[in-house]
């Protein structure tokens, strides 16, 4: 998420003091062993690239039995003792009916770069969301200027990554068998005139 990760506590928490603490109150935060970080508003392209992407994912897995979620429901990494919230995700596994303030089986998780988490989002939150034998795509998506970054796991379980830039025409997500076009997935995102000529 396009987030300020800012530490919040001094004091390592258990994850039922954390969903506690996270059921009442007035920001979100995300939860890495014990730590808690408080998280920051995002940007207009940010967000309206995270919705377009939502809209068009839940219309294609409609009818599938999966769910798509935006950025206010978390994902629990019980390997890594962590919770955090993705942008967007998917899963279609029956168990995550069973917990309504968390979801444990995601089969595809995106995040949305912004400067201040794209470190975090490539580093330690992926080396995390690795931990989940569920998931099968990772994707991190540019608004600053059109472009996927797709990571696959293959069947050997090494992550592979596939980039696509507008000269594609398409982006794939293999896991939902989805294709998209970029001129959906940035619509009305309006980006800076230096930007644009980065892609």
Not at 48 to 71: E, I, K, P, Q
Request: aromatic share 12%; charged share 25%.
């Amino acid at each position: 998420m396009a987030t300020a990760m800012i530490a919040s506590s001094d004091l390592p928490l258990t994850p039922e003091e954390y969903l506690h603490l996270e059921s009442t109150s007035q920001i979100k935060h995300e939860y890495l062993n014990g730590d808690v970080y408080a998280m920051a508003g995002a940007s207009d392209g940010h967000v309206t690239v995270a919705g377009n992407l939502f809209a068009l994912l839940r219309s294609h897995v409609r009818g599938r039995g999966c769910r798509v979620y935006m950025s206010d429901m978390k994902v629990r990494v019980a390997q890594r003792n962590s919770f955090f919230y993705p942008d967007v995700f998917v899963t279609c596994e029956p168990r995550d009916s069973q917990t309504t303030h968390y979801k444990r089986f995601p089969l595809l998780i995106v995040e949305v770069l912004s400067p201040s988490t794209e470190a975090f989002d490539r580093g330690e939150k992926f080396a995390a969301y690795q931990r989940l034998d569920s998931l099968q795509e990772y994707v991190l998506i540019n608004t600053h200027k059109e472009r996927v970054e797709t990571f696959r796991r293959g069947d050997n379980g090494v992550w592979m990554l596939q980039n696509y830039t507008p000269i594609d025409g398409m982006f794939e997500l293999n896991s939902l068998q989805f294709q998209g076009s970029f001129e959906a997935l940035y619509e009305d995102v309006v980006f800076d005139a230096d930007s644009s000529a980065l892609i």
